[in-house]
């Protein structure tokens, strides 16, 4: 997998990944659902669910309280703000800007946030694979410092050249931060197989060869081509790809699992947890 960076004034002509679908999302508040896995999830799983967070104003117990998952992992990328989580696990901590958090649900778990302004954060779902969906939940907090970098990329999950994620996460997949300057170009060649590809904007403007804008998430053709890029402007973006999923995707409220048994257990465990911390008094 190689990863090339350039800067020059010429436009973007190249032969790579064309974009087969594109969208806005679809605004709760401060937080804008860009994927959900009954509907683009379907397209670009494990990728199955995408939030994109940009706002001036403190994200509470209100809109991030206490719930539960299984079945999943979420990463959740804070770029700029800060915020603190914990998790039924006992597992608590503070993000500063730039840092990641991994919380890998397996058969169940409960967790919440809340964040100090002004915010721009990801959190995405990954549809676990079968020998991890009802594994015991466990998660891995790393700070900026500690995110490996193969030039403009910062490896989140999966690796980039040398630059290998930390991070326990399935195999096949890969998921970027990527930061490019006005008229840079950059090519980036995803390993054998990953067929899945997609980007969401969070700042700036591209090309891909075709525009994608702020707030835009947009899906590359099913394929293991390169992905071409050019910034029209100074631009932050995630860049997902990966082995694609194969299987259905059996959804709960807030559970994604392979099977409507393994979706059972899922539920019937996050049940159980739920009930301890309400007699804990953590839930009302």
Same mark, same amino acid.
């Given at each position: 997998m190689n990863a090339i960076v350039q800067t020059l004034s010429a436009p973007v002509v190249g032969a790579g990944r064309s974009v087969v679908f594109?969208?806005?999302? *679809? +605004? *709760?508040? @401060?937080?804008?659902? !860009?994927?959900?896995?009954?509907?683009?999830?379907? !397209?670009?799983? @494990?990728? /199955?669910?995408?939030d994109l967070?940009?706002?001036? %104003? +403190?994200?509470?117990?209100?809109?991030?309280?206490? *719930?539960? %998952?299984? $079945?999943?992992?979420?990463?959740?990328?804070? !770029?700029?703000?800060?915020? %603190?989580?914990?998790?039924?696990?006992? %597992? #608590? $901590?503070t993000m500063e800007a730039g840092d990641i958090e991994w919380m890998s649900a397996g058969r169940g778990v409960w967790h919440t946030g809340f964040g100090i302004p002004p915010i721009k954060a990801f959190q995405l779902w990954i549809a676990l694979p079968a020998e991890r969906e009802l594994a015991p939940a466990f998660s891995h907090h790393l700070s900026v410092n500690e995110i490996p970098s193969d030039g403009p990329v910062r490896v989140l999950l999966g690796r980039s050249g040398e630059a290998v994620s930390p991070i326990n996460a399935p195999s096949g997949i890969n998921y970027f931060v990527v930061e490019l300057k006005a008229g840079q170009r950059w090519t980036y060649q995803p390993p054998q197989g990953y067929r899945v590809g997609w980007i969401a904007v969070m700042d700036g403007s591209l090309h891909t060869p075709e @525009? /994608?804008?702020?707030? #835009?998430?947009?899906?590359?053709? *099913?394929?293991?081509?390169?992905? #071409?890029f050019e910034a029209t402007a100074d631009v932050r973006f995630v860049l997902g790809t990966a082995i694609p999923h194969p299987h259905d995707l059996h959804l709960g409220s807030y559970s994604v699992h392979t099977s409507s048994a393994a979706l059972m257990e899922g539920e019937c465990e996050i049940a159980r947890i739920g009930s301890e911390l309400r007699a804990k008094g953590v839930l009302r």
């Open positions: 594109r969208t806005r999302g *679809h +605004a *709760h508040g @401060p937080v804008v659902r !860009m994927v959900s896995p009954s509907d683009v999830g379907q !397209m670009i799983k @494990p990728f /199955v669910f995408l967070i940009d706002t001036q %104003h +403190a994200i509470g117990q209100q809109g991030y309280g206490w *719930h539960p %998952h299984s $079945g999943i992992a979420t990463l959740t990328l804070l !770029m700029d703000g800060q915020c %603190h989580y914990a998790e039924s696990t006992d %597992h #608590e $901590g @525009p /994608v804008d702020k707030g #835009e998430l947009a899906v590359f053709d *099913h394929s293991d081509a390169a992905i #071409e």
